[in-house]
């Protein structure tokens, strides 16, 4: 996780490796300085993107104008943005998802 402080808060980007078609969606856990996310939508026009950011948006408490997909959205391994919370927000509220 790598941090900037905009004048509207915190941005924090975040290593995430997805795995589209699982049985069921959610956080599975850390692979290192990356996140592991299963969603359950295929890879195709967009639909795991899309449940990617929901699920993030349901760990970390926020609303979905503050996670967004900024690179590899046709690739498992994607950067996201989340605004507003600082990293060890992030880590606790992840940690708490993952049980």
């Known amino acids: 996780m790598s941090t900037t402080t905009t ?9 995430i490796k997805v795995v589209p078609g699982a ?7 850390w692979l290192g300085d ?5 969603v359950a939508a295929p890879p195709e026009k967009g639909k795991a993107n899309q449940a990617v950011e929901a ?7 926020l609303a979905s104008r503050d996670v967004r997909i ?3 959205k046709t690739s498992p391994n994607k950067i996201c943005e989340v605004y507003g919370l ?14």
């Open 55 to 61: 699920v993030l948006c349901q760990a970390l408490k």
């Open 7 to 15: 004048p509207s808060g915190h941005v924090t980007t975040l290593k």
């Open 70 to 72: 900024v690179r590899g």
């Open 34 to 38: 990356t996140l592991k996310i299963r």
């Open 86 to 99: 600082s990293p060890s927000e992030i880590q606790q509220r992840l940690d708490a998802a993952i049980g």
């Open 23 to 29: 049985s069921r969606s959610g956080v599975s856990g």
